[in-house]
C-alpha cells in the first residue's frame, strides 16, 4: 500500500508561481512512476507531469517550459514547481503513483489562479 498526499495549493495571480508537494508513505520503493494530473469541474483529469524511480520526466504540452516536476527521494516526496501561471491552470491537482500492479491517488489540492 502506498498512501500519497498533496499540499501547496492555493490562490495566486496570474504570472505567479506554486510549488505542489506530494509526499509517498508505505511501500514507496515499489513506486515506478509519479505523475501529476489536473481536474476541473465537468472534465476528465489531465496528465500534465510525470517523474520516473530512474528520474526521467516528462510534461504535457500545455505546461511544457512552466511546469517542472522533481523528485527528493529521502524525503519520498515529489514536487510540480509551476511558474507563470495561468488562469487556465486553475483545476484540482493530484499525484498518483503507480507500482507494478495498483494505482493510488491522494485527495488533490486546489490551485486557483486569478486574472
Known amino acids: 500500500q502506498v498512501q500519497l498526499v498533496e499540499s501547496g495549493g492555493g490562490l495566486v495571480q496570474a504570472g505567479g508561481s506554486l510549488r505542489l508537494s506530494c509526499a509517498a508513505s508505505?511501500?514507496?520503493?515499489?513506486?515506478?512512476?509519479i505523475r501529476w494530473y489536473r481536474q476541473t469541474p465537468g472534465n476528465q483529469r489531465e496528465q500534465v507531469a510525470s517523474?520516473?524511480?530512474?528520474?526521467?520526466?516528462n510534461y504535457a504540452a500545455s505546461v511544457r517550459g512552466r511546469f517542472t516536476v522533481s523528485r527528493d527521494s529521502a524525503k519520498n516526496t515529489v514536487y510540480l514547481q509551476m511558474n507563470t501561471l495561468k488562469p487556465e491552470d486553475t483545476a484540482v491537482y493530484y499525484c498518483?503513483?503507480?507500482?507494478?500492479?495498483?494505482?493510488?491517488w491522494g485527495q488533490g489540492t486546489q490551485v486557483t489562479v486569478s486574472s
Open positions: 508505505g511501500s514507496t520503493s515499489s513506486i515506478k512512476l
Open positions: 498518483n503513483a503507480l507500482t507494478g500492479i495498483n494505482a493510488y
Open positions: 517523474i520516473t524511480s530512474g528520474g526521467t520526466t
